[in-house]
């Protein structure tokens, strides 16, 4: 899947939050495994980088927001059968990094 197949989702963010995108990278043997999230975060995570364990690989990970609509869309996105059951797998993964999908 490449960030051109994703599924778009948009939504709202409450009040409280900002538009987020974010990206977590991990090694596991010499395969580079590249996540993406984007939805909405509360605002003081925004900036924020780190690394979070999952499945017994270590990812690196950046929150980046921006405050205006659609901004962390990806313009010309299609949606396929291969991204949903690709976002199915990425929202598993997410959820054991403790991130969510929105």
Do not use: W
Not at 13 to 36: D, M
Not at 39 to 68: D, E, H, P, W
Not at 78 to 87: D, E, W, Y
């Amino acid at each position: 899947m490449t960030t051109s197949s994703c599924l778009k989702f948009p939504r709202m963010c409450r009040p409280t939050e900002t538009c987020l995108t974010s990206k977590a990278v991990g090694k596991k043997g010499k395969q580079r495994i590249v996540l993406y999230e984007k939805g909405c975060m509360v605002k003081s995570l925004c900036g924020i980088c780190g690394t979070k364990t999952a499945m017994g690989i270590v990812f690196a990970y950046n929150n980046s927001c921006c405050n205006t609509d659609l901004c962390n869309g990806a313009p010309g996105a299609k949606g396929s059968l291969a991204a949903g059951v690709g976002r199915v797998l990425v929202s598993a993964l997410a959820s054991a990094l403790g991130l969510s999908l929105l």
